[in-house]
């Protein structure tokens, strides 16, 4: 399925999982219509990701556009009245109406409700957390013949060489996440990478006793 076929139906899923909840006794809290939101939106995300990661060679472009889709995924879907999750709420309303009986909250409730939470925050830790997932991929070249520049030519694990100075650095940071972005030069690196970090910096601490 393309991109845009892979959108529609999800968004097909999001908005009756949403109705569903506006059928309820009770209004849903805006943090379970986001919970839905997330999941849509990782399905979005992971659409254009994967239709760039068949189409761009592994490398900085590839790897630039999927740290974009972050903030864009997001901005796109909570951005205006007329965006899906605008239309969604709007749909909900209606559904709420046309299939229930008795007295129902007013639009500028409902409106008030949902249209104002603070959604792109909400969603961005998921969409990291796939941004993670492509970009290992990539590095892995899973699916591609072609490496990414970090490991291209060079054997799997760390780098042949790294400077000193990048060591210090990275001891100066808390926990291995934030050290192997520094010593592997990236926001997402690798589980491997990760892992690697206590070998490279236990080995430079034995040579370098007196830092």
């Known amino acids: 399925m393309i991109v845009t076929e892979i959108t529609a139906s999800a968004e097909i899923e999001f908005r009756d999982a949403v109705l569903s909840e506006f059928l309820k006794p ?8 986001l919970r839905h939101a997330q999941r849509y939106l990782v399905k979005v995300f992971d659409a254009h990701a994967e239709h760039y990661f068949n189409q761009i060679p592994a490398g900085q472009d590839f790897y630039t556009r999927v740290e974009a889709l972050i903030e864009y995924v997001p901005r796109v879907f909570f951005g205006n009245f007329g965006c899906p ?12 109406v046309d299939h ?9 409730e409902i409106l008030d409700r ?4 603070e959604g792109q925050l909400f969603v961005k830790y998921a969409l990291v957390t796939r941004a993670g997932f492509w970009h290992a991929r990539a590095s892995a070249g899973q699916d591609k013949n ?3 520049p970090a490991v291209e030519g060079k054997k799997r694990g760390r780098p042949s060489k790294m400077s000193d100075d990048l060591k210090r ?12 972005c520094i ?3 990236t ?19 034995t040579t370098h006793p007196d830092e």
């Open 183 to 185: 010593l592997y030069g």
């Open 114 to 117: 949902y249209l104002d939470v």
């Open 187 to 205: 926001k997402f690196p690798t589980p491997q990478q990760v892992k690697n970090v206590s070998t490279i910096l236990r080995h430079f601490r």
């Open 146 to 148: 072609v490496a990414s």
């Open 26 to 33: 009770e209004l849903p809290a805006p943090v379970t219509l």
């Open 85 to 96: 999750w605008a239309r969604t709420i709007e749909h909900a309303m209606l559904g709420l």
């Open 169 to 180: 650095e990275a001891l100066k940071q808390k926990g291995n996440r934030p050290r192997a």
């Open 100 to 108: 229930t009986d008795g007295p129902h909250p007013c639009e500028k």
